[in-house]
């Protein structure tokens, strides 16, 4: 598993070149792509209390970016005032904050900033409004049915009795 797609086809490429052939408890990918095949969509008909929307739907960038802005112009930040370089910084903010909330995910104290934690709230309920899904909540939700589902953790033990993570500090 690992975080980019880009080396998750050299990781391929060099494994066929050895001659690797692929079989049904394999997983070559991306974490969030690990997310989807391997928890999410298998498992969350089976838990609704994570919100997972289904039919699964993952939210393009332009419907995350117009939620996003929506979310700033909420609670006073006027969107058009501030320059794409700002805007990215808020998302990447609200983001880091949406991934530290999720409960049992870090064992780090960070302060809390309440501003990223409402926007975070905010931005989390309208995309679950609209049928959607981002990359932070997939993993979050499949981190939390991991940790929290021991149906999930015996399943995945079972398919996967390895599991080599690159870059995991990403």
């Given at each position: 598993i690992s975080y980019s797609r880009e080396t998750v086809r050299e990781l391929k490429k060099r494994l066929r070149e050895y001659g690797y052939r692929p079989n049904r408890n394999d997983f070559i990918g991306t974490m969030h792509g690990?997310?989807?095949?391997?928890?999410?969509?298998?498992?969350?008909?089976?838990?609704?209390?994570?919100?997972?929307?289904?039919?699964?739907?993952?939210?393009?960038d332009e419907l995350?970016?117009?939620?996003?802005?929506?979310?700033?112009?909420?609670?006073?930040?006027?969107?058009?005032?501030?320059?794409?370089?700002?805007?990215?910084?808020?998302?990447?903010?609200?983001?880091?904050?949406?991934?530290?909330?999720?409960?049992?995910?870090?064992?780090?104290?960070?302060q809390i900033d309440a501003f990223e934690e409402e926007a975070a709230k905010r931005y989390e309920e309208r995309l679950e409004k609209a049928g959607h899904v981002d990359f932070v909540g997939m993993i979050n939700s499949a981190t939390l049915m991991i940790r929290e589902q021991?149906?999930?953790?015996?399943?995945?033990?079972?398919?996967f009795p390895w599991m080599l993570i690159d870059e995991y500090q990403d």
């Open positions: 690990f997310c989807l095949i391997n928890i999410l969509e298998p498992f969350a008909h089976l838990f609704p209390q994570y919100n997972v929307p289904l039919p699964l739907k993952i939210a393009s995350s970016n117009s939620i996003f802005r929506g979310v700033l112009s909420s609670m006073g930040i006027k969107t058009d005032e501030i320059t794409t370089k700002q805007c990215i910084g808020y998302k990447m903010s609200i983001n880091r904050q949406r991934s530290l909330s999720a409960i049992g995910l870090s064992q780090v104290n960070v021991d149906f999930i953790k015996i399943s995945l033990e079972a398919k």
